[in-house]
């Protein structure tokens, strides 16, 4: 069966270290992999995406991979701040699906404490 | 503002009754998705719709029920809803190509059914 797993359900960090998040899939074909943050009471906004052919992928202090071969994304904050804390979200495609369609993960919760 | 606009942010009906939400996009993009959240799950898909044509009905009960009258605007309408239909629906738009486009969300609504 498909799945993605996004490796804890919550993180807990000191401020000013490096959060480390992880997803993982099975039974998918991406293309693409995309990381989402989600607020309480807020919808998912986009942060990063990265195409299969790409190892790495930086904006700000945020660093995203991804392991077409080992099949996971690794999702990077550095210099953490309590204002980082949310959720935050994988998502990818599928070759074959619907256009557009994308698959998502449970989400890590990430606490940043100062 | 996230481009992706939903009304009402809060609702709470009766089995018996019927109610519709709705989503506005002026992003100009071309898909739009209807998710249900709910605690502990991931992002489920219910509906897309590419130019205003659905695509994809992810054997979704026939008491939601969609419309899509245009490209900018989304609708969900509720009939006879059950308590486990209790959670925050999302909708989002996109542009429809291969999963390179990150989808834009609106905030919700929360649905609770008594």
């Known amino acids: 069966s498909q799945k993605i797993e996004q490796n804890s359900e919550a993180l807990n960090i000191q401020e000013g270290k490096t959060a480390t998040l992880t997803c993982n899939y099975t039974?998918?074909?991406?293309?693409?992999l995309q990381w989402y943050r989600q607020d309480p009471g807020r919808g998912p906004v986009f942060l990063l995406l990265?195409?299969?052919?790409?190892k790495e992928k930086r904006k700000e202090r945020l660093k995203v991979t991804f392991d077409t071969t080992l099949k996971q994304s690794l999702f990077h904050i550095t210099a953490s701040q309590p204002a980082d804390s949310a959720t935050y979200l994988c998502?990818?495609?599928?070759?074959?699906?619907?256009?557009?369609?994308?698959?998502f993960g449970r989400g890590t919760q990430l606490t940043v404490w100062p | 503002e996230t481009g992706v606009t939903q009304t009402p942010r809060h609702l709470v009906m009766g089995m018996t009754n019927k109610k519709s939400l709705k989503c506005e996009q002026h992003?100009?993009?071309?898909?739009m998705y209807w998710y249900k959240q709910s605690a502990k799950k991931p992002l489920e898909l219910m509906f897309v719709?590419?130019?205003?044509?659905?695509?994809e009905n992810n054997s979704v009960p026939s008491r939601f029920s969609p419309e899509c009258p245009n490209s900018s605007h989304l609708f969900l309408h509720l009939h006879t809803l059950q308590p486990e239909d209790s959670a925050l629906y999302l909708c989002?738009?996109?542009?429809?190509?291969?999963?390179?486009?990150?989808?834009?969300f609106g905030d919700g609504t929360r649905l609770s059914i008594l």
């Open positions: 990265i195409r299969e052919n790409e």
């Open positions: 989002a738009s996109s542009q429809a190509r291969r999963g390179n486009q990150p989808q834009h």
């Open positions: 719709y590419n130019f205003k044509e659905q695509t």
């Open positions: 998502a990818l495609d599928d070759r074959g699906s619907t256009l557009g369609r994308l698959y």
């Open positions: 039974n998918y074909s991406p293309a693409y």
């Open positions: 992003l100009g993009h071309n898909a």
